[in-house]
């Protein structure tokens, strides 16, 4: 039987997801509340980090040691920072990267983690079980590429279109690339998924109240899907 650890941000990205469970558990690990069931036949650990890349890394840590998943899955919502995004897209992130990471005071490119490199690259099977699923809203499209990950809600345009431009990346967050790098050092095949809720064009907070629940809605089908197929 499969193990699969899934770690959302916030209680509105695990509550979509948790409503597809069966069987439901619940534990509570330095205050952390885990909730494990079924989706088919495969055994899921929900957590909730809570915001940001230090509650996200934290997390994955405690979430591998208590409960030896197979897989790590990081999902909830994103901010596009790529034209070719609207809201409700969802994004499968086929490689991470820490924007807010900086050393190029030592000859380092911006993004560039001694020992893991500028880029953190997603488990090749799972990324590929993620592009199969069939999506019922045509008007939703998914995109492959990069997502980048800091510790700040980007609502500056100018940020925006400079992480796309730096990085490749399709869309912002604030913990995929942490929960990525915990996971890739503890040898784990991770993947990040992300339905985008607003993009950074000076209304995106409001945009992101506004679609927050049917963009975790969105997300959460789609993952339930991509469980039901893995072996």
């Known amino acids: 039987m499969k193990r699969v650890g899934i770690i959302f941000a916030m209680d509105e990205e695990l509550k979509e997801l948790k409503g597809y469970l069966k069987d439901i558990n619940q534990y509570t690990i330095f205050d952390l509340t885990f909730y494990e069931g079924m989706i088919d036949d495969v055994k899921c650990f929900l957590v909730e980090s809570g915001i940001g890349k230090v509650n996200s890394a934290r997390t994955t840590q405690i979430l591998i040691d208590n409960f030896k998943v197979d897989y790590i899955f990081n999902i909830g ?3 596009g920072v790529s034209d070719c995004l609207h809201v409700g897209d969802i994004v499968i992130g086929e490689r991470l990267v820490q924007h807010d ?17 500028v880029y953190l690259e997603s488990d090749f099977y799972l990324v590929k079980v993620a592009e199969e699923i069939p999506l019922e809203n045509k008007h939703i499209k998914v995109f492959t590429g990069t997502i980048a ?3 700040i809600f980007c609502t500056d345009s100018n ?34 998924i992300r339905s985008i809720s607003d993009t950074p ?13 049917e963009s975790c809605k969105v997300v959460a089908g789609y993952v339930k899907e991509m469980i039901r197929r893995l072996k």
């Open 201 to 213: 064009d000076n209304h995106n907070v409001d945009t992101y109240d506004a679609f927050l629940e």
């Open 101 to 117: 990471f900086d050393i190029t005071a030592f000859d380092h490119e911006k993004g560039y983690i001694p020992k893991i490199g």
């Open 159 to 192: 940020m925006a279109s400079k992480i796309n431009r730096k990085f490749n990346a399709l869309c912002v967050e604030m913990e995929g690339a942490s929960i990525a790098q915990v996971a890739f050092l503890s040898h784990i095949p991770f993947l990040i």
């Open 77 to 79: 919502v994103a901010g």
């Open 149 to 151: 990950s800091g510790d």
